[in-house]
Nanobody
Framework: QVQLVESGGGSVQSGGSLRLSCAFS????????MGWFRQAPGKEREVVAQ???????PYPDSVKGRFTISRDNAKNTLYLQMNSLKPEDTAMYYC?????????????????WGQGTQVTVSS
């Protein structure tokens, strides 16, 4: 049974940093794609970072250069380092796993989700 538990969210001022963590269990293959998504009120869930089996880490333009995803398989933890945060980054952040070695920009392609952690950035 796959379980994902996010932590590290909070409130920060514009320009600040946060590091999110996602402790996972039951992920039987370390090569499965994992990702971070966010959803703001009234908006669709969107991907902000992914890490594929080949180590590639595609990012959307909205966070490129500011967010960094990493994975520590020894600790069964996925991270998202967020720097230079902006008010538009305010959202609930979720980690997810896709039971495939390749990643996808679509949230529907991911199979398991955590409960989310709130990030609020004030101006």
């Amino acid at each position: 049974q796959v379980q994902l538990v996010e932590s590290g969210g909070g409130s920060v001022q514009s320009g600040g940093s946060l590091r999110l963590s996602c402790a996972f269990s039951g992920v039987t293959d370390s090569r499965y794609c994992m990702g971070w998504f966010r959803q703001a009120p009234g908006k669709e869930r969107e991907v902000v970072a992914q890490i594929a089996s080949d180590g590639s880490t595609p990012y959307p333009d909205s966070v490129k250069g500011r967010f960094t995803i990493s994975r520590d398989n020894a600790k069964n933890t996925l991270y998202l380092q967020m720097n230079s945060l902006k008010p538009e980054d305010t959202a609930m952040y979720y980690c997810a796993v896709r039971l495939s070695f390749g990643c996808s920009w679509s949230s529907f392609a991911f199979n398991y989700w955590g409960q989310g952690t709130q990030v609020t950035v004030s101006s």
